[in-house]
């Protein structure tokens, strides 16, 4: 009960006294059957504890780097437990045998491949030997066809030396499914099962898909019988054995209007299964990614009609995120062009209902797939004019709404006379969830200003940029901490402007920039980032004789961030800052002595170490301007340290493989004349 209850810190913190203890429980022959099989249970609430509060890649990562050093004695453990409880015909042992395999090959996903060879007999001879007789063995059943899918996506990166294995497992997967009844608890194992063998077979799970697509398309297109009826009826109407059995998987809901009775009810298990279906389809093109392209039109076929889906928000949500994974079975462009002319129009029209419905959620939702899939596209003729601005319009009304509703939020605590900190703490949750729509609204403009380039601006600025102004100038004069993510949103909306718009609509904008960075201070490290790496695209687009007029200003901020302790809570500050200085120097600075000690301080700062994407931005830049030979980089004086500074930036790239390799070997070939392919 504890490390379901206080996870994941108890896990994370006392792992070395937990683990070891339940292993020296699990493998005395002196407990009972009845122990080893709680102990086991709870081993299986250690790991779903670690499993339930994931929330992101670093916590998978560090998941697994606890589970690892234990692997060997658990998995050997479990094998010797999973024997034990087929000899004693023991279930409540077997499955949490199985749970706990399960578990484990979902936290160490890769790292479970080596397992397979001692693990997979044992699940096949156990899937082979049970034909189930009741309900109990069924669910001992679907345990294993579990914990066997899960290994089969464990082997993905050498899937073809378990290929026969795989296809073998596939086809007798496929010939059970088809003797079960729907609401066998088999079924959902086996369709879900399907998601991970899709990981390793790539190309060669078409046979797989070809049949399965049909019986997942039925359940996503199957009606869920909501209807509404007499409740009275059943009082003079007898139900015959067909209708008691369909009733068992209805959900319903009598209300009482006037005088008279209403049930309304619906098909809860076809729900399910729609669900199920949809994220199963999903699953499977996001696995097989371009291996899926085949499908791609018909999987959008099915799930166009489901954007609407009035009943379930979930399929709602799998349904926007099909087009960012039909995006991702894309090998080009042009077949991106064709999803999103296929799916364009239905998107932004479900949008606009969202926005004005106020479904929040679901414009975050989305926002993010928009985002997501507008990463991919290279060629900005992908999105047409009409797309396009449709698509900002919505944004502009999204921001207005959030805007408007942050101040109702505000307005309401303001009247409530019984205010407290937990009203306190309400309310800043309420409003950061309303800053992050912003964030997201943002974001995409700024990955689809950097596509489309300057003409865009007039665009964003008809749609977006008094609308981030204006909460930018609220923020300011706010002064408390919930405003900052208004701050931040701003600064990083002005930053994209600054840098893909005209350069009129730059000269337009740089010195309100300017005007309100400096009409505040803060501590927020997210808006200092922002900040200074706006000053690093004033230094690079404005031109030498206005740049005079505020070079003082820019420098002194750079200098007073790189001035700093350097930690992982200020690192990304402190690299945008040394980038900013880069394009002060790069673009701004003369040929002189000032020019060539700030030159020299930017090289012997490289590489950038904690915002990658920066670093790989600014070695770029760097790259490029040693190659056009600027006369700061490659004097006398700087011209050693621009080698050492290589030689720092080839062992960074070694390590964490940012440097784009176009750019690597003519810039080893002009700063240090060495062995290409020995450098390399």
């Known amino acids: ?65 606890l589970i690892k050093p234990y692997a060997n004695d658990l998995v050997k453990l479990l094998s010797y437990l999973f024997e034990m409880s087929l000899i004693a015909d023991y279930p409540p042992l077997q499955e949490e045998t199985l749970t706990s395999f399960s578990l484990m090959a979902s936290i160490l996903d890769k790292d479970f491949g080596p397992y397979y060879d001692t693990i997979m007999p044992g699940l096949k001879k156990l899937f082979y030997g049970i034909s189930p007789a009741n309900n109990q063995q069924a669910i001992l059943r679907s345990n294993a066809i579990e914990t066997i899918a899960f290994l089969c996506s464990s082997v993905s990166e050498n899937p073809e030396k378990y290929l026969p294995d795989l296809k073998e497992i596939s086809e007798n997967f496929g010939k059970l499914l088809f003797t079960l009844k729907e609401e066998d608890p088999q079924v959902p194992a086996i369709i879900n099962a399907y998601i991970h063998i899709s990981v390793s077979m790539g190309k060669e799970f078409y046979p797989y898909l070809d049949f399965l697509f049909p019986i997942l398309e039925k359940y996503i297109t199957s009606e869920i019988g909501f ?12 139900e015959d054995e067909d209708e008691i059995e369909k009733n068992k998987k209805m959900g319903s809901v009598t209300l009482s209007l006037g005088s008279t009775t209403t049930k309304l009810s619906l098909n809860t298990f076809a729900l399910q299964n729609k669900i199920m279906g949809l994220n199963v389809l999903n699953e499977i093109c996001l696995n097989m990614n371009h291996a899926f392209l085949p499908y791609v039109e018909r999987f959008l076929t099915i799930t166009k009609t489901m954007l609407k889906f009035p009943f379930s928000r979930k399929i709602r949500k ?63 003729t992908c999105f047409g004019e009409s797309f396009i601005i449709e698509l900002y319009n919505c944004l502009e009304k999204i921001v207005k709404f959030i805007e408007e509703h942050k101040e109702k939020v505000k307005l309401n605590i303001k009247k409530n006379d019984e205010f407290d900190e937990n009203d306190e703490e309400n309310q800043l949750t309420d409003i950061n969830m309303l800053n992050e729509t912003n964030r997201r609204v943002m974001e995409l403009s700024g990955i689809l200003f950097q596509l489309v380039g300057e003409q865009l601006t007039e665009t964003v600025y008809k749609s977006l940029y008094e609308v981030f102004l204006q909460s930018w100038t609220v923020a300011i004069k706010c002064q408390k901490l919930q405003c900052d993510q208004d701050i931040v949103n701003a600064v990083c909306f002005f930053d994209d402007y600054m840098k893909f718009s005209s350069s009129v609509a730059f000269n337009h904008m740089y010195k309100t920039f300017l005007e309100y960075t400096l009409a505040f201070k803060t501590k927020n490290e997210d808006i200092i980032q922002s900040v200074v790496f706006g000053y690093g695209i004033i230094a690079e687009r404005l031109p030498q004789n206005d740049f005079l007029q505020v070079q003082e200003t820019i420098l002194n901020a750079i200098i007073s961030i790189i001035s700093r302790q350097v930690n992982d809570e200020n690192g990304s500050t402190f690299d945008n800052a040394i980038g900013a200085l880069a394009k002060y120097v790069l673009f701004q600075s003369k040929n002189e002595e000032k020019g060539v000690v700030l030159a020299g301080q930017f090289i012997n700062l490289l590489p950038l170490k904690f915002d990658l994407d920066e670093g790989a931005s600014i070695c770029k830049l760097f790259f490029q301007k040693i190659l056009d030979n600027h006369p700061l980089l490659t004097n006398d004086t700087n011209m050693p340290l621009v080698k050492e500074a290589m030689k720092r930036i080839i062992q960074l790239n070694i390590e964490e493989g940012f440097i784009p390799e176009d750019d690597l070997p003519s810039l080893l070939q002009v700063c240090m004349g060495l062995d290409i392919k020995q450098s390399v």
């Open 1 to 65: 009960m504890l490390v379901e209850e206080t996870a994941p810190k108890i896990q994370k913190t006392y792992h070395s006294n937990i683990l070891p203890a339940l292993a020296v429980l699990m493998s005395d022959r002196e407990v009972s059957l009845r122990v080893k099989t709680q102990a086991c249970g709870t081993l299986v609430n250690f790991l779903r504890g670690l499993i339930n509060h994931k929330r992101n890649d670093d916590d998978a990562d560090e998941n697994v780097e």
């Open 227 to 238: 209807k509404t009826e007499d409740a009275a009826l059943s009082e003079y109407i007898p």
């Open 318 to 380: 799998i349904a926007i995120k099909s087009v960012y994974s039909s995006m991702l079975a894309c090998t080009n462009d042009e077949e991106r062009r064709k999803v999103l002319g296929f799916m364009g129009e239905e998107i932004l029209g479900v949008l606009n209902y969202n926005i004005k419905i106020g479904f929040i959620r679901e414009i975050k939702a989305y926002l993010k797939t928009l985002t997501s899939f507008s990463a991919l596209i290279t060629d900005k």
